[in-house]
Structures are given as structure tokens and as C-alpha cells.
């Protein structure tokens, strides 16, 4: 399981989804709104429990704990920097795409809800569209709509909608998966959509007529394949933030659920708290895949805002499960910026692979901007990133590189590189 846990907590502070929400804490949204971006470092960096001898875990540890690791995220784009003792710092440019966006893009499906989806009603329905029904829709999260609007669209109405509004609609729902494993399908399949028979769309509406939910139900197909039957509500109610996708095949074992809860910050004892949860699942024939999130947000206002972050991630595949369970506590700092410990802790089948234990903090990115443009760009970064590891790897001793080299290539524990091994005889 690769996970770029730093990078992870990057997205989380750089992505308010849906535009303005009650504030969790003033130092996490001055991070999220600070101009120059942000940077989370990792160091004393350290594994407290591996499947390997105690000399193995000693050499591993004296290599980790110096070092200095950071990904930042600034108008001039987005970097990971890596920094050993007696060691250049090595400055990589990396993809947004493959570094930043967490497994489902919010910025994407706040277009959806605020640009993209209302265009695409108002082409749909014309001039001068449905009158609001006076018809209350109860929502899980949301809560009740007390009106809306409806429409019954079919292919015709689908082909006749002028090309911006569509595919302005068609490009932000693909991009809203952007990180999964599914994404390049889900694109694909968009690109050919085609109704198989009326399709209802509609548009509720909250106490003051704003957009609350958008519902889409019927039967898709791509380019005439793989037909199904889709039911989807996107809504947004106050800082509430649900999303709800079931595309089971007409016909075969073939099926895509996604549902997604952002609930308002609550506020209670002198303690702000969200919990956010996201659960995906997709069948396959006889193939499938799962994942579960749940992102908790915890800030002791007594404590002088001390802030608890708990992620944990269960994905299965085939029936295999593998977890990750990332702790983080830290406290504003004099800077700005937030300073704590974290730990992460891996797992398969129940079975512990390792447990990483470090210092963290983030902060507004004071990289000078001359500085960033000058990094070796994101095609060159794997290549950059080998040959500092070599470098590093020849001030070890040579029993110190043999467990080095062992541990890499076992993979279990981190899925990490292969590296090729040492020569039996010195």
C-alpha cells in the first residue's frame, strides 16, 4: 500500500470543499487560505515495529531519523524535498494529480454543484423551464427539501444541449474521481454516454430557493455497452456535503457505489469536531475492490486549540484487506503553522506490518519561488530520487547495506523499490 501520508495531510489543509465553511480552527484555515501555500515536514522519522532482526530495524532508523522530508504545495506548483545530513537537498517537481488529490477530488465536485450542474439543468430544460413543485424530498445528511424542480430528459434532449454545458458537465464528473483505480474507465465510459430511455433529473431546492440536491436516475449506457442503472444525488445544505452514487449493471455481476459525507463542524464542550466519512465499492465479474475512509477532526479549544487528526483506511481487493491508521496531534505554533507527532500504523489481514512513528509540522511555504522553478522536473524525479538513495545507501557499512538491501527487496512492509543485492564477498 503506497501511501504519501504527508501529501495526504497536504490536501486535507489545501481543500475546503464547496466554498466557505464554518472554521474548525483558525490556525487550519489560515494554513488553507495563506497565499505563498503550505509545506508539511516530516523528521526524527522512525519504524517501531517491523518484521525484521533488531540489527536490520537499528540500521533502518539510523537512516530515517536525520532525515528531513517535505511536500510543498505553492503558487509555483507542487514539490517534494528531501534533505540528509552531509547530503544536497534534492528538490523534485511533482504531478498534482499523482500527489495532491486525495481519492476524490472536491475542487471537481464543487464545480459540479456551483457551475457545471445548474448550467447543464438550465440547457436541459430551456427557456422557460419547469415550474418549482411544491414537494418536500427528505435526504440522508441534508435534510429536507421543501421544493423543486424536474425534468424528463431523453437522448434527443441529451444530443440537442449546446457542447460547452455537456461537456463542462461530463470533464468535472470524471475529474471527481480523479484518484482511483477506476478513474481512466469512469472517463471513458463518459465520454460515449448515451440514454437508455428517459432519464429524471432534479433540481431541489432549500427553504431560500438556493440548490440543495441534484438527483439524476435511469438507465446509461456507453456508445450502446454496458448499460446501467443509475441513481445519484450531489447535494450541499449549510457546510453540509453528501454525495451518494449506485451504477449497478442492467445485466452481470458489474456494479459502482461511492457515498460521501461531509457534516457540519459541531461544536460542544469546548471542542470542535467533524467527522468525514467516504466508502467505495466496485464489482467486477469476479473481481472486486473496497475501500473505507474515515477522517476525524478533533480541536480541544481548552487546550489552547490543540488539534487531533485519525485517519483510517480499509481497503479490501478479492477479498484480501489491508489498513492504515494515521494519528496526528499538534498545536499552533509561534510561526504560524501547526507542530505535533504522528503515527502510522499498516496492516494486512490483521496481521501488523510496521508502525512509523515522527515529528510533523506544517506552515505557510517560504521556499523562495526562484528557488521552486529550479527543481528538477517531475519526469526526472524517480531517476533523482534513485540516485541520492545510492549516494546515501555508499556511507553505510557493508553489513548495514546488506540489511538495508534485504529489507527493501522483502517489500512486504511498505511495498517499497527493489534494489539489486550486494555480492556475496566484499
Known amino acids: 500500500m503506497k501511501q504519501k501520508w504527508a501529501a495526504v495531510l497536504l490536501a486535507l489543509m489545501m481543500t475546503a470543499p464547496f466554498g466557505a465553511r464554518a472554521s474548525f480552527s483558525p490556525a487550519w484555515d489560515a494554513l488553507q487560505t495563506d497565499p505563498r501555500g503550505v509545506g508539511v515536514t516530516v523528521s526524527d522519522l522512525s519504524v517501531t515495529q517491523l518484521s525484521a532482526s533488531e540489527d536490520a530495524l537499528l540500521t533502518l532508523n539510523n537512516l530515517l531519523t536525520p532525515l528531513s522530508l517535505s511536500c510543498l504545495s505553492a503558487p509555483a506548483g507542487d514539490f517534494f524535498a528531501l534533505k540528509g545530513p552531509d547530503m544536497p537537498e534534492l528538490l523534485c517537481r511533482i504531478e498534482t494529480d499523482d500527489a495532491f488529490v486525495p481519492l476524490v477530488n472536491l475542487s471537481a465536485m464543487e464545480r459540479l454543484f456551483t457551475q457545471s450542474l445548474p448550467a447543464l439543468f438550465d440547457a436541459l430544460a430551456g427557456d422557460p423551464g419547469p415550474e418549482t413543485e411544491e414537494q418536500s424530498t427528505s435526504f440522508r445528511v441534508l435534510g429536507l427539501s421543501p421544493a423543486r424542480k424536474s425534468l424528463t430528459v431523453s437522448q434527443e434532449i441529451w444530443e440537442a444541449v449546446p457542447s460547452k454545458a455537456r461537456e463542462a458537465f461530463l470533464s468535472d464528473a470524471g475529474q471527481a474521481f480523479l484518484g482511483t483505480p477506476f478513474a481512466q474507465a469512469l472517463a471513458e465510459y463518459l465520454s460515449g454516454l448515451t440514454l437508455q430511455g428517459d432519464m429524471t433529473v432534479r433540481r431541489n431546492l432549500d ?121 496526528l496531534s499538534a498545536s499552533p505554533d509561534e510561526a504560524d503553522g501547526l507542530m505535533g507527532s504522528f503515527t ?83
Not at 467505495?280 to 479549544?301: A, M, Y
Not at 521552486?372 to 541520492?388: C, D, G, M, Y
Not at 557499512?397 to 523499490?417: A, I
Request: proline fraction near 4%; hydrophobic fraction near 40%.
Open 207 to 327: 427553504a431560500a430557493g438556493g440548490d440543495m440536491a441534484f438527483q439524476f436516475s435511469g438507465r446509461v449506457s456507453s456508445l450502446g455497452q454496458d448499460a446501467r442503472k443509475v441513481s445519484v444525488v450531489l447535494g450541499l445544505n449549510g457546510d453540509i456535503r453528501y454525495l451518494s452514487l449506485k451504477a449497478p449493471a442492467v445485466r452481470g455481476k458489474n456494479n459502482l457505489q461511492v457515498a460521501l459525507t461531509i457534516p457540519a463542524v459541531t461544536e460542544a464542550k469546548k471542542k470542535h469536531s467533524q467527522k468525514i466519512t467516504l466508502s467505495v465499492k466496485r464489482v467486477l465479474g469476479d473481481e472486486s475492490w473496497s475501500l473505507s475512509d474515515t477522517l476525524t477532526l478533533t480541536n480541544s479549544l481548552s487546550k489552547g486549540e490543540e488539534i487531533s487528526v485519525s485517519l483510517t483506511r480499509k481497503e479490501e481487493e478479492n477479498g484480501m484487506s489491508r489498513t492504515a491508521d494515521f494519528r
Open 344 to 426: 502510522l500504523k499498516l496492516t494486512r489481514e490483521a496481521v501488523t506490518l510496521s508502525v512509523w512513528k515522527g515529528a510533523l509540522r506544517a506552515s505557510p511555504c517560504s521556499r523562495d519561488p526562484a528557488v521552486l522553478q529550479a527543481a528538477a522536473p517531475a519526469e526526472q524525479a524517480a531517476q533523482k530520487l534513485l540516485e541520492w538513495f545510492v549516494t546515501l545507501r555508499k556511507g553505510l557499512s557493508y553489513e548495514e547495506q546488506r540489511h538495508l538491501d534485504h529489507l527493501l527487496r522483502t517489500g512486504r512492509w511498505m511495498n517499497g523499490p527493489s534494489v539489486s543485492p550486494l555480492p556475496e564477498n566484499k
